[in-house]
């Protein structure tokens, strides 16, 4: 008896842990504090798939203002968003805020800086 709910103890939480499971982001390029040359795009890699209508990424330049960016895509994967630089970005420190939901309909926020040399 003792052994079957130590068992059944076990699986819900595993269960649990899987049910309470969000995506996150893996990684991103240009990756988080590093200096790079200006891109022509960022890009940020995520553990799920992400539904690119009810998700964003703003990109803040040294001053602190918007730089110009365009609309997120997504790989066929849909964990794998890109989104294009469309103005050239000034030497500097930048912010990228991003806000995701993923295909199970969580959302999910963070941020991440890097430079432009």
Request: glycine share 8%.
């Amino acid at each position: 008896m003792r052994k079957t709910l130590i068992a059944a103890a076990v699986l819900s939480m595993l269960a649990a842990g899987e049910a309470s499971a969000h995506a996150r982001l893996l990684k991103s390029n240009p990756m988080k504090g590093a200096t790079v040359a200006a891109p022509k795009a960022l890009t940020l890699s995520f553990s799920e798939g992400i539904v690119a209508d009810k998700s964003s990424v703003a990109v803040a330049g040294p001053d602190g203002k918007p730089a110009a960016a365009g609309p997120i895509a997504l790989d066929a994967t849909k964990k794998i968003v890109t989104v294009p630089v469309t103005g050239k970005l000034a030497a500097g420190a930048y912010k990228v805020d991003w806000k995701m939901t993923s295909e199970d309909g969580h959302t999910m926020t963070g941020s991440y800086d890097f430079k432009v040399k």
